[in-house]
């Protein structure tokens, strides 16, 4: 399938009046939703570039779901379509795509409802030649780091009968038997097959492949090397035992892997760690990790959960170890088992009981959530192989350990003192540093926001955050230095509304060689700053066009930045919404050094590199520009349009995107951006949406795919006939609501100022935190003519002791220091809870209000939308619910995204442009009427959910 470029450029200019460049061109017509099908959005991938450069992939999202890859000659041209594949990867060596084939969405439901597996395939293209082909029932592949060969492991074969049950311990300790692995020599063809194999890891840089095998009951488990070079195959250790957790150390031939080994007395099993220092050469030579000489303590084991990590000089492995169980002779007699026993002796009828205690410093809803998390936790070690020597660098489940680059130290992150704040949002953590020589612990530092602190990639410092500067922890000498205490700049954002206890830092870009300094990011520009506090320079001047600035990392295997080469940036305007690349000369002493790359008046991002080439990729869009690639050298002055998503789209009448400005009701500048129908005619009037969510402005420039099944899409409001705006929303801590009428009221009449938006037709529109802004609104001012609130919050007071039921956290930390911003806990400030709630005020609203909610909704409880619904309708308010059954905080079923769709059009319509109203918006629909109606279709698979007919929905 080839999409030519200048085709489509042809039609835009044909579009803008140039007729002799298209002379025939046709007047845009109007987009329907029977026209969406064919609409695409490109997918970013984040390897797009072969290693030389010369080949393009990405992939293609469509409406109706038949989705692809695309791949073609960097350099544009003839593109070739790979149905629904995911997951694409380049040989090394630039001659071979793979990826992986999925399934259409019939496909998968077919096999779902025929209750047969979903097996993808494998696809494999040779580029030079365009041959492609397809294999069966491939689970997993891998590249060898040179490109010529192919590892694909197979799937596992269906169970003939029931599962076994699992083993001692919980099935987290059980391996399962191997799969079938295939590794194909490219260039020949020729397959070398393996039998149960369970994993496998290729060498970094080299020829061999090592993999595990695992055999049903044991007999033939070992662990494998293969050289592909050679095509020989070595048995490296053999036994009954299970192989997990295979690593090689970077560029080199060294090998480790565990193995595992039971002890009838304890539950699951420990296991020893072997390592190969170079088991290309010496294979014999192999170094046993023994739990019990090494000084592990017998309530200890090694765990397979952590799998094991070399130090970068090879002299040491790092290893996980866990608390080790005693099995019972009996069953246990705790204050537990002995309530159960006194309960019943039928093991069906013990009570199913959770107690939830205020001592609890995980909520039991996460406790559930995290229990194979919890079981698979462990403690750092390391293991220093030529001495035999174990030492242990974490002491309690909860310390978080981390190896420091090329240092024999570690650095210890420890929350267990702090487990009951950060369940509230208050998120602090103690540290210190472990000498792996000897064990010793460093001084503590103490009550920090662990986020920030980081060890510098050559090893001798640790950057953290506190008190809002940056400091440094000299790991030589144990010096703390606030290295930007005398910088000026703020290296936090003293702007944001967030009210938790630490602002948010802008970021860390990265450490230069030998950790001569640290690139920091202030609002706009790039810091480079000495580690021990004698100097700043800052790189970028982004202050006379407020223009941000950041570090590109091209490389993602990049250890630290080189300040002798030329550093890309991104940059963006934070107040005109450009965006572009730009360069940093090497060793450049200030701003006046930066060169723009591309600087546009649209959204320009997702540069890469080529690893082998000096080709660069990035995608450009915008409203009214669907994405696409463009490809070039390293100036990027060469760069050219290679990819032509949907080249259809001069065909229909589009409308366009601009930021305006306007001041909040506190006098604060904000910013929204305004969407204009496709047709637009200045000094008419249009009936205007407005969709929130927090700050929304940046996105001015995202191109939005017509979609049914993305029931708020912009394009769908813009081509018909309204104004879509969205606005920024900045928060004041315990007025979340009183905020939103602050920010989104001022930009409506702005609109209206402007001559757009028509006062008496303006809708509100929102999801989530976005649904409270819309409730909160409809319920608090008389500016809007209708509204729609997907899964909204109504009831801060009712709300506060709930949970997010999918993520297990309580809202006490969700509402204090989260979106809701309320900072201090209901008791202390009741009113600010009821002031703030949509419920409190439902009996006052004038605006129709349409509310959805699934009623299996992990986020925010469905009965958020119940009582909102039940005190309107005691009041005598228009407060429509829509329940989806079976649906979680966003709809997933195909034909509830599409009802919801229409709904939401069928209400905007009837109250902003004064269509008809469908039936259910005047007279609801009964359950008994629904249920004859379905009963009569028989449950069709296939939906008539539309605005004509309603009567068809599901």
């Known amino acids: 399938m080839t999409r030519s470029v200048p085709v489509r450029a042809a039609l835009v200019m044909a579009l803008a009046g140039l007729a002799w460049a298209v002379p025939s061109a046709r007047q845009p017509r109007a987009l329907q939703p029977p026209d969406y099908g064919r609409w695409e959005q490109l997918v970013p991938q984040r390897t797009p570039l072969s290693p030389d450069g010369r080949w393009l992939v990405y992939g293609i999202t469509r409406a109706n779901r038949q989705n692809e890859l695309r791949v073609q000659s960097s350099d544009g041209g003839a593109t070739t379509a790979l149905p629904f594949g995911e997951q694409p990867a380049f040989s090394d060596d630039s001659k071979w795509l793979a990826w992986s084939i999925g399934f259409s969405e019939e496909q998968e439901a077919k096999l779902r409802k025929d209750k047969k597996p979903l097996h993808k395939q494998l696809g494999l293209l040779e580029l030079a030649t365009g041959k492609q082909l397809a294999l069966n029932g491939v689970e997993s592949f891998a590249f060898s780091p040179s490109g010529t060969h192919l590892a694909m492991r197979r799937y596992a074969p269906e169970p003939a009968g029931a599962a076994a049950p699992p083993a001692a311990g919980g099935s987290d300790e059980t391996i399962a038997p191997g799969t079938t692995l295939v590794v194909r020599e490219l260039a020949t063809g020729r397959d070398t097959t393996f039998g149960n194999v369970s994993e496998i890891a290729w060498q970094d840089e080299g020829s061999m492949l090592a993999f595990a095998v695992t055999v049903e009951g044991g007999v033939g488990n070992s662990v494998q090397l293969f050289d592909t070079a050679t095509g020989t195959l070595r048995a490296l250790d053999s036994s009954s035992s299970t192989y997990s957790g295979l690593a090689w150390r970077k560029d080199s031939a060294s090998l480790a892997v565990l193995r595992s080994h039971a002890d009838d007395t304890r539950d699951g099993p420990t296991h020893v760690v072997l390592a190969w220092p170079d088991v290309a050469s010496l294979p014999g030579q192999v170094r046993k990790l023994d739990a019990v000489k090494s000084g592990l303590d017998a309530s200890l084991r090694i765990v397979r959960f952590r799998a094991p990590q070399w130090s970068e000089d090879g002299a040491r492995l790092y290893v996980g170890v866990a608390p080790w169980p005693e099995k019972p002779a009996r069953p246990a007699d705790t204050a537990i088992s002995r309530r159960v026993a006194a309960t019943s002796d039928n093991p069906d009828e013990l009570p199913d009981v959770q107690v939830w205690h205020p001592k609890d410093t995980t909520v039991m809803a996460r406790q559930k959530i ?138 860390v870009a990265g450490w230069t060689r030998e950790d001569r300094a640290v690139l920091l990011y202030d609002k706009r520009d ?116 290679v990819s032509a998503t949907n080249p259809f789209m001069p065909e229909y009448a589009w409308g366009r995107a601009e930021v305006v400005d306007y001041k909040s009701a506190q006098g604060r500048a904000l910013q929204a951006s305004v969407f204009y129908p496709a047709g637009y005619e200045p000094g008419k009037r249009y009936p205007m949406v407005v969709y929130m969510y927090e700050k929304l402005s940046d996105g001015v420039h995202q191109f939005s795919m017509p979609d049914e099944r993305q029931y708020y899409n912009p394009a769908a409001f813009t081509t018909r006939g309204y104004v879509y705006l969205q606005p920024d929303i900045v928060f004041r801590p315990r007025e979340p609501g009183v905020s939103v009428v602050e920010s989104v009221v001022p930009a409506v009449q702005k609109l209206v100022q402007m001559g757009v938006a028509d006062a008496a037709r303006v809708g509100i529109v929102g999801h989530s935190w976005g649904g409270f802004d819309t409730v909160y609104l409809a319920t608090h001012t008389d500016v809007f003519a209708a509204g729609v ?127 008809p109203a469908a039936p259910w918006i005047t007279g609801g629909e009964r359950f008994l009427d ?17 605005a004509t007919a309603p009567q068809g929905r599901p």
């Open 370 to 507: 995290d229990a194979r998390r919890e079981r698979q936790r462990s403690m750092l070690a390391a293991w220093w192989v030529d001495e035999g020597r174990l030492v242990r660098i974490a002491n309690a489940i909860g310390e978080e350990a981390t190896p420091i680059p090329h240092q024999p130290r570690a650095l210890v992150v420890d929350t267990n003192a702090y487990a009951m704040e950060r369940s509230i949002g208050r998120v602090y953590a103690d540290a210190w540093v472990v000498d792996l020589k000897t064990g010793a612990r460093g001084a503590t530092i103490a009550r920090i926001e662990d986020r920030y602190l980081r060890p510098s990639p050559a090893g001798q410092y640790l950057l953290l955050l506190k008190d809002g500067h940056y400091w440094t922890v000299n790991l030589a000498t144990g010096q703390q230095v606030n290295i930007t205490a005398s910088v000026k700049a703020s290296f936090v954002d003293t702007e944001s509304d967030d009210t938790g206890p630490h602002k948010p830092a802008f970021g």
């Open 789 to 915: 609130a997907g899964a909204p919050i109504t009831n801060l007071v009712s709300n506060y002791g709930n949970h997010h039921w999918s993520s297990g956290i309580a809202e006490t930390d969700h509402i204090e220091t989260g979106q809701q911003r309320m900072a201090v806990p209901l008791y202390e400030d009741l009113q600010a809870y009821i002031r703030n709630s949509a419920v409190f005020r439902a009996h006052t609203m004038k605006t129709p209000l349409l509310v959805a909610f699934g009623d299996n909704d992990g986020t925010v409880h469905w009965h958020q939308g119940v009582e909102l619904y039940n005190i309107a309708r005691r009041a005598g308010k228009t407060v429509v619910l829509l329940q989806y059954g079976g649906e979680d905080h966003g709809l997933r079923k195909k034909a509830n995204q599409i009802d919801y769709h229409h709904r939401i059009f069928e209400w905007f319509d009837h109250y902003l442009t004064g269509a």
């Open 526 to 641: 790039i810091w480079e700053v000495r580690p021990d506090g004698t100097g700043a320079v800052r790189l970028t001047d982004g202050a006379p066009g407020d223009v941000r600035h950041r570090y590109a990392r091209l490389d993602p295997d990049e250890e630290f930045i080189d300040r002798e080469k030329l550093l890309v940036v991104s940059t963006f305007g934070l107040r005109s919404k450009k965006s572009g690349y730009a360069r940093i000369a090497p060793g450049a002493p200030s701003g006046s050094s930066v060169t723009s790359l591309t600087w546009l008046d649209k959204r320009v991002d997702r540069l890469a590199k080529a690893k082998k080439a000096d080709r660069y990729a990035y995608v450009v869009q915008a409203f009214d520009d669907s994405p696409d690639y463009y490809v070039g050298g390293e100036s990027l002055a060469d760069a050219k349009q």
């Open 930 to 946: 629904r249920e004859r109606d379905l009963q009569r279709r028989k449950l069709p698979a296939k939906p008539a959910a539309t």
